[in-house]
């Protein structure tokens, strides 16, 4: 732990394990010490730890953000499945297993990724670029993006420029755009000739339907 700087880290999990009581976070009875050595004494859970078991998956139906750091990532073989609010708000929010995003929300303002070939299937859940402190925001998709029917593309419009003015996702790969756009006007509106770019990909096929301002997307004519 000293060669690796961790001490502080691991200090802080054997205080966070001794005093949380929850049904979902493992006991810690009592921990001890030799010279090259920590041991933790814990409840015995079948099967492993979310960390080490191939194959698993974890199941979000609260909130799960990244808020620091340059990269944060589900361990590879555990299927991240996203019911709850999922944020990408700093760095690399990355699943290596895949994500299968089922319900709830996925807002951010930094990075979405799949390495290693993981992807994402087709989903139901709402996406939304930006965050509670950057209303509107440049999302980055790092994949193909296949939202299905009932899903969700909720993007904010206060201005031009996009990120500082209004919400755009940036698809590295395939868009495959089924679902609803919802855009609402944050009080602006588009003059003779402007336009605003809400969703870039690689590639794409089919056009999302949906409102902008309360009217039919259709009203508007093709959205880029």
């Given at each position: 732990m000293r060669?690796?700087?961790?001490?502080?880290r691991i200090k802080t999990e054997r205080d966070v394990l001794a005093t949380a009581e929850h049904p979902y976070?493992?006991?810690?009875?009592?921990?001890?010490?030799?010279?090259?050595?920590?041991?933790?004494v814990m409840e015995f859970i079948n099967g492993g730890d979310l960390?080490?078991?191939?194959?698993?998956?974890?199941?979000?139906?609260?909130?799960y953000r990244l808020l620091g750091g340059a990269d944060g990532r589900v361990q590879p073989g555990v299927a991240f499945v996203n019911r709850g609010v999922l944020g990408a708000e700093a760095g690399s929010l990355r699943f290596p297993g895949?994500?299968?995003?089922?319900?709830?929300?996925?807002?951010?303002?930094?990075?979405?990724?799949?390495?290693?070939?993981?992807?994402?299937?087709?989903?139901?859940?709402?996406v939304a670029p930006g965050s509670a402190s950057s209303?509107?925001?440049v999302l980055t998709w790092d994949g193909d993006f296949a939202p299905h029917l009932g899903a969700v593309l909720r993007m904010d419009v206060a201005g031009l420029a996009p990120g500082a003015g209004h919400d755009q996702l940036a698809v590295t790969g395939a868009?495959?755009?089924?679902?609803?756009?919802?855009?609402?006007?944050?009080?602006?509106?588009?003059?003779?000739?402007?336009?605003?770019?809400?969703?870039?990909?690689?590639?794409?096929?089919?056009?999302?339907?949906?409102?902008?301002?309360?009217?039919?997307?259709?009203k508007y004519g093709q959205w880029r």
């Open positions: 060669r690796k700087n961790q001490v502080k976070v493992v006991k810690l009875f009592y921990s001890f010490h030799s010279r090259n050595h920590l041991y933790l960390l080490s078991s191939g194959g698993g998956r974890f199941v979000n139906e609260g909130s895949g994500l299968a995003h089922e319900d709830g929300t996925l807002i951010g303002t930094a990075e979405v990724a799949f390495p290693s070939g993981a992807g994402v299937a087709p989903f139901t859940g709402d209303p509107t925001a868009a495959d755009l089924a679902g609803e756009l919802e855009v609402t006007l944050d009080g602006f509106t588009l003059a003779p000739g402007e336009e605003v770019t809400l969703i870039t990909a690689a590639s794409a096929r089919r056009c999302a339907l949906g409102v902008f301002g309360g009217d039919p997307i259709t």
